[in-house]
C-alpha cells in the first residue's frame, strides 16, 4: 500500500497522526501516512520517534522504501521496542532541529549544482557538512570563488518550490536530470521537480528550505581531486 509522503508536500511538518498498514518481518512499521524522509538520494533517513496511543514509544532506527518504486515507507524500530499491530494509530515525530540542518544543506547542493554546471557523479547530505563530486575535466575550481557565488544566491531569497511532470515529460527533457549515478524514481507516472526561482531546477525527492535566505552561510571546505575527471567539493554551514 503506497504511504502518503507528507513531506514532499510540506517539509516543515514536524508531527502526523498515522495508522499502522503493515508490519514486515524485519519489525519496520508501515503507516497509511508518513512525515519521516525515507534514506535515499544521498539524502539521510529522519530521525524521531513513534508514539502509541498508550503511551509507549521507541525511537526510529532507519526509515526505508520497501519496494523499488519508492511507495511505501517502513519505519524499522531498535530491538527490544514496544510491538505495534495493524490498525495501530501512532504519532510519527522527527527530530526537527536535524531535519531542519538538512533542508538547508540539500538546498544549498542545488545551489552548488548551478554554480558548478556539470554532471553529478555522488553526492552526501549531513547536517553540518555535505558534499557533491562532479564530472569535471582537468580545470581549476577556487574555493572562494564558489564561496561567494553560493552567498550571492543565498542573499537573493530566491523561493524554493516543487511541483510535477510526468514521466514522459521528463523523458521529453532529459537536460533536467543532472545526476548520473542515481536517477530520479519512475514508474509511478510522475516526478517531483524542484525550483529555485532563477537559479536551478531538477528532479529531486527530498526535502529543502522556502527560499534560499533560509540556508543561511555556506562555504566550501575543500576541493578533492577523486580522479582524472572527478573532483568532490565540500561544504559546511557556517
Known amino acids: 500500500m503506497p504511504t502518503d509522503c507528507l513531506f514532499r508536500e510540506d517539509s516543515y511538518l514536524r508531527d502526523c497522526e498515522a495508522k499502522v498498514v503493515a508490519v514486515a518481518p524485519d519489525g519496520g512499521i508501515v503507516l497509511d501516512r508518513t512525515v519521516f524522509y525515507a534514506a535515499s538520494g544521498g539524502q539521510p533517513a529522519d530521525k524521531g520517534s513513534l508514539v502509541a496511543k498508550s503511551g509507549a514509544a521507541f525511537p526510529v532506527a532507519n526509515v526505508v522504501f520497501t519496494d523499488p518504486g519508492k511507495t511505501e515507507i517502513a519505519h524499522v524500530p531498535p530491538p527490544g521496542s514496544p510491538a505495534l499491530a495493524v490498525g495501530d494509530t501512532v504519532t510519527a515525530a522527527i527530530d526537527w532541529p536535524i531535519r531542519h540542518a538538512r533542508m538547508r544543506m540539500h538546498t544549498a547542493l542545488h545551489l552548488l549544482s548551478a554554480v558548478l554546471p556539470y554532471p553529478v557523479t555522488g553526492g ?81 525527492g527530498g526535502t529543502h528550505v522556502r527560499a534560499t535566505g533560509e540556508i543561511g552561510a555556506v562555504r566550501v571546505t575543500q576541493v578533492e581531486k577523486k580522479g582524472k575527471q572527478n573532483r568532490r567539493v565540500r561544504i559546511a554551514l557556517v
Do not use: H
Open 124 to 204: 552526501s547530505i549531513g547536517e553540518t557538512e555535505s558534499r557533491l563530486d562532479f564530472d569535471i575535466p582537468e580545470a581549476g575550481l577556487d574555493k572562494d570563488a564558489i564561496t561567494a557565488k553560493l552567498a550571492e544566491m543565498i542573499a537573493a531569497n530566491a523561493a524554493v518550490t516543487s511541483r510535477w511532470i510526468t514521466d514522459t515529460e521528463l523523458e521529453a527533457n532529459p537536460g533536467l536530470v543532472k545526476t548520473m549515478s542515481v536517477k530520479p524514481p519512475m514508474g509511478t507516472g510522475r516526478v517531483r521537480l524542484i525550483e529555485i526561482a532563477g537559479l536551478d531546477l531538477q528532479p529531486c
